[in-house]
């Protein structure tokens, strides 16, 4: 079963967004839709280096996701009221250096969408001899703060939900 639907949920996924673009229920576009439901994930089956991510905690997640959505919306304020209201000069641009103890490939996926989310910053490199993270910062003031931000309100929570072992006892998956 698995040789043929790899991932059943993108398959069934992928048949409701060709039915919702397509905007027609015709047999012949369920047809279309469940060939291309079949065969993307069998194709793109070689692209998928690394198993599925298994997330440990899921509180966390909602803990990272709220945080991650409140630091976006500040830092938009921050970055528009920068480029609007304050002269060129004036923006501290720099590349800084954060020591990383996140090692989960997910997890460092998530990192760098979580950092190139938020306005401000850039996620320029992953420097894995030394475990270093290169990070832009649009306008910075205080480097120690934004390594100990990313340290504790991004990458402890996400190796909290990737690296942290099954909590004994609960006979089940978290």
């Known amino acids: 079963m698995s040789r043929w639907f790899p991932s059943p ?3 069934i996924g992928l ?3 060709w039915l919702t673009l397509v905007q027609s229920l015709e047999p012949a576009h369920w047809l279309l839709g469940s060939v291309l ?3 993307a994930p069998i194709l793109a089956r070689p692209l998928q280096p690394h198993s599925y991510a298994r997330i440990a905690r899921l509180p966390a997640l909602f803990r990272l996701l709220g945080m991650s959505a409140v630091e976006i919306v500040r830092s938009s304020f921050n970055v528009a009221q920068i480029i609007l209201f304050r002269r060129s000069e004036g923006v501290n641009s720099q ?3 954060i020591p990383l103890d996140l090692r ?3 997890g460092l996926a998530l990192l760098s969408c979580l950092i190139n989310m ?3 910053t850039v996620w320029v490199d992953l420097l894995p001899e030394r475990h270093e993270l290169l ?3 649009f306008d910075l003031h205080d480097e120690r703060w934004w390594v100990e931000t990313i340290k504790a309100s991004y990458e402890r929570p996400i190796i909290e939900l990737f690296e942290a072992p099954p909590s004994s006892g609960q006979g089940g998956k978290a």
């Open 9 to 11: 949920m993108l398959s």
């Open 15 to 17: 048949l409701l967004t």
């Open 37 to 39: 439901a079949i065969l």
């Open 95 to 97: 590349f800084i250096r």
């Open 104 to 106: 989960s490939p997910h």
């Open 118 to 120: 938020t306005p401000g």
């Open 135 to 137: 990070l832009h910062v």
